[in-house]
């Protein structure tokens, strides 16, 4: 099969398309011929080597396609299924957080960037019909990561106002969405005035400058001064701020570092604001069939930035390393 196979970190350029034997099926495993894939930022830190991973491996995260084969005890799934993919291995039978051995699809297992990929028969779930197979490849990582942030983590509700930082990548885009349609009002940053303009035309309710003077109190003024009550934050260093933008007992709810590895926050605005904060990453299979059954009733569709061809994967990971798109790249494999 065809495959873009990891020998090395480095550039986008280090992103080569080669041949790589078909994987067969291991007891209690399928294997999905895929359709497409989609790029996430944790594939970009595996290519630069921000997230070990052992070399050779197939990066990716996200997939969408038909299932080919089975192995020995694979259950629930048939030959010709057209399928979505799970990218939370061994996260365990508890739903307050993965349990040790939890990995995460793409490094260092071996990906969705391939023709072929062998997965567990429990990381296969029925495609949304109503999605094309670059929306269903575009939904696992991003959008099982937004559900959990704002369903199980922070336990949304109608009517509450969410902030999402950062509006454009995969994650704040399904967070956008994911609120809309539970009855939240949106307020999202960034510092594209495009972006921001795109954001207007999905439902948000206003747009931010975080680049702008004052921008903290731009979004309170924008709740009438009482603060939103959910902040949904990637960044880290942009902690303070987010408390900051809160109500008193807001939730703010965080997923990444993409600001950096740590995060420095005056105690007295947690204690004296009644602020929770809640540490979430991926999802579980709950999680997930909670996330595709919305998407079955629901009729938002996930945002596609662009696609491109399996060989192109490297003009793709400069452009989600240059932050430069709204929605998801996809790979068409």
């Not at 990891?6 to 999905?32: C, H, K, N, Q, Y």
Request: hydrophobic share 40%; net charge negative; aromatic share 4%.
């Amino acid at each position: 099969m065809n495959a873009i196979q990891l020998t090395e970190t480095g550039p986008p350029e280090v992103l080569r398309i080669s041949a790589v034997p078909d994987p067969e099926p291991r007891p209690g495993e399928v294997v999905v011929e895929l359709r497409a894939a989609a790029l996430n930022r944790r594939d970009v830190f595996v290519r630069k080597g921000v997230a070990k991973s052992p070399l050779p491996v197939i990066p990716g995260s996200d997939g969408a396609g038909v299932v080919r084969s089975l192995g020995p005890g694979a259950s629930g799934v048939a030959e010709g299924d057209e399928v979505v993919i799970l990218p939370s291995l061994a996260w365990g039978g508890g739903e307050d957080a993965p349990e040790p051995g939890f990995r995460i699809l793409g490094g260092p297992d071996d990906g969705t960037y391939a023709e072929l990929i062998r997965i567990p028969a429990e990381n296969v779930f029925p495609r949304p019909r109503r999605l094309s197979w670059q929306e269903a490849a575009a939904l696992p990582l991003a959008g099982l990561t937004a559900w959990r942030a704002l369903i199980s983590r922070a336990r949304l509700r109608p009517g509450e106002t969410v902030l999402v930082l950062g509006i454009g990548g995969g994650v704040a885009t399904f967070a956008l969405h994911i609120a809309r349609a539970a009855g939240a009002r949106v307020i999202v940053t960034s510092s594209s005035q495009a972006k921001l303009d795109a954001a207007r035309d999905l439902g948000a309710e206003a747009g931010v400058d975080y680049t702008g003077e004052g921008w903290v109190d731009a979004v309170r003024e924008g709740t009438g001064g009482r603060g939103v009550d959910v902040v949904v934050d990637s960044v880290g260093t942009t902690w303070p701020d987010s408390v900051a933008c809160l109500r008193p007992g807001g939730r703010l709810v965080v997923f990444g570092g993409t600001g950096g590895p740590k995060a420095e926050l005056p105690v007295r605005s947690v204690t004296m604001g009644q602020v929770s904060i809640l540490g979430t990453t991926m999802g579980s299979p709950r999680d997930f069939r909670g996330l595709l059954t919305a998407v079955e009733c629901q009729a938002w569709t996930p945002v596609i930035d662009s696609v491109r061809p399996l060989a192109e994967a490297a003009e793709a990971h400069a452009r989600e390393e240059a932050g430069d798109h709204f929605g998801k790249l996809v790979l068409s494999t």
